[in-house]
């Protein structure tokens, strides 16, 4: 039973270029949620993606964006990039969102550092 | 106010000890919380859900819930040094599919 596989592992990137990180849930998971992670801190919402929609959006600006294709996997897209958007970018698959009760798996995330 | 809030320690207990870490929301209308574990390095590990109040136990964790003081705990019974780590509580609430973190509280154990 495949987990949740995130790609690449560790990015680097200059300021202003553009990003695309991936995601393939779990299987059996059709929702997959994309986490922002500072050092020190805990994981900052910023979007979810179910049915192919972003059906909820944490406090990210637009130049975050994101995708999510018929086989459930999920893309994140970054533009314009910042040095503060240097983070652990973390994907979490799950059931339904309103399977409230369920948990999320993550995957091993991807290191971006921007330059 | 940050919506959950946990101490960030560091938490210190001898090996074999009870480890107590605690947490606190503020949106009243949450109605799951979880326990994730994540070592340095390394992505979140799911431990523990809870929704009901009272305790929950699963082999050396127990979680606890009072949803009339909005807090959540975790105990971790006969702590081992693999149990050194960050422990991160989350909360979701019934009309959201996301899941809300506080920034973890650092857990070591001594042997």
């Known amino acids: 039973d495949a987990g949740v596989t995130q790609s690449p592992t560790h990015l680097i990137k200059t300021r202003g270029q553009q990003v695309t990180l991936r995601c393939s849930p779990k299987?059996?998971?059709?929702?997959v949620s994309w986490y922002q992670q500072a050092l020190g801190q805990g994981p900052q919402f910023i979007f979810q993606?179910?049915?192919?929609?972003?059906?909820q959006r944490g406090n990210f600006p637009d130049r975050f964006s994101g995708h999510q294709f018929p086989n459930y996997s999920s893309e994140l897209n970054v533009n314009a990039l910042l040095l503060g958007d240097s983070a652990l970018y973390l994907c979490?698959?799950?059931?339904?969102?309103?399977?409230?009760?369920?948990?999320?798996?993550f995957g091993s995330g991807t290191r971006l550092t921007v330059v | 106010q940050k919506e959950v809030e946990q101490n960030s320690g560091p938490l210190s207990v001898p090996e074999g000890a009870i480890a107590s870490l605690n947490c606190t929301y503020s949106?009243?209308?949450?109605?799951?919380f979880f326990w994730y574990r994540q070592y340095s390095g390394k992505s979140p590990e799911l431990i523990m859900s809870?929704?009901?109040?009272g305790d929950k136990e699963d082999g050396r964790f127990t979680a606890q819930l009072n949803k009339a003081s909005q807090y959540v705990s975790l105990l971790i019974r006969d702590s081992q040094p693999s149990d050194s780590a960050t422990y991160l509580c989350?909360?979701?609430?019934?009309?959201?599919?996301?899941?809300?973190f506080g920034d973890g509280t650092t857990l070591t154990v001594k042997p």
């Open positions: 993606y179910y049915e192919e929609e972003e059906r």
């Open positions: 809870i929704y009901s109040n």
């Open positions: 949106d009243r209308v949450s109605q799951s």
């Open positions: 299987s059996g998971h059709d929702t």
């Open positions: 979490a698959s799950s059931l339904a969102p309103t399977e409230t009760n369920y948990g999320y798996t």
């Open positions: 989350a909360a979701r609430n019934t009309n959201a599919g996301k899941s809300t």
